[in-house]
């Protein structure tokens, strides 16, 4: 079974513009959600989502988004980029997620540069 | 809001040799689960153990075992006989029971050397 994907692996962008990154949860996954992962801050919780609908936020910017498609694929925008919006940022996937829990599966990350 | 604190930046062991890694954590409530995570270089993270809050017994995975201490809020990894391969960063992570969601609440990691 593949694992989680996620795509672009890495991508520069400059400050101002904007970006979204993908994420392939395991087949049959139905949970995703996304962790911002600095040097400074550590791993820090974005979001999670669940049979389409955004289950949880983590306390960033409104310009931070997601979302969930009906195949249980994820995206994630950024718009409006700051130098602080480089970092790693990794996807993990689980069955189902919500009760006693799941293995969560983590997805190789993207790197995001901001210049 | 629940915190993870890991004290150790770095940690260094001999292979063959037993290390422990620290983690404490602060919640109010009474159930939830604790995982520690293994993040290789440039490698994706897995799960190494996890810790139900309700079972008193130290949940222990081959080399890998945990001391659970729930009212000193303590939850330690120890790593038995270990290997070039376990070399990593190590996150101790924090899931509520409660609200139905998948939140993972990390500490800062604990990067672990294996000297041969």
């Known amino acids: 079974k593949a694992g989680v994907t996620q795509t672009p692996r890495y991508l520069i962008k400059t400050r101002g513009q904007q970006v979204t990154l993908s994420c392939s949860p395991i087949?049959?996954?139905?949970?995703v959600s996304w962790y911002q992962q600095t040097p400074g801050q550590g791993l820090q919780f974005l979001f999670e989502?669940?049979?389409?609908?955004?289950?949880n936020k983590g306390n960033f910017p409104g310009r931070f988004s997601g979302r969930q498609f009906s195949n249980s694929r994820s995206e994630m925008n950024v718009s409006t980029l700051e130098l602080g919006d480089s970092a790693l940022y990794l996807c993990a996937s689980s069955l189902e997620g919500g009760g006693a829990p799941d293995t969560q599966y983590f997805g190789p990350g993207t790197r995001l540069t901001v210049l | 809001a629940q915190t993870v604190t890991q004290s150790q930046p770095e940690m260094s062991v001999q292979e063959a040799e037993t290390v422990t890694l620290s983690c404490t954590y602060d919640?109010?409530?009474?159930?939830?689960?604790l995982f520690w995570y293994k993040q290789p270089p440039s490698r994706q993270m897995i799960l190494v153990i996890r810790q139900e809050a309700y079972k008193q017994q130290n949940a222990t995975e081959n080399r890998f075992s945990v001391n659970f201490q729930k009212a000193a809020k303590s939850f330690s990894l120890k790593i038995s006989d270990s290997q070039l391969g376990d070399a990593a960063m190590y996150f101790c992570?924090?899931?509520?029971?409660?609200?139905?969601?998948?939140?993972?609440?990390f500490g800062k990691g604990t990067k672990l050397t294996v000297n041969p």
């Open positions: 989502y669940f049979s389409e609908t955004q289950r």
């Open positions: 919640t109010s409530e009474s159930d939830y689960y």
């Open positions: 087949s049959g996954h139905r949970s």
């Open positions: 992570a924090y899931r509520s029971s409660q609200g139905g969601s998948e939140k993972l609440v």
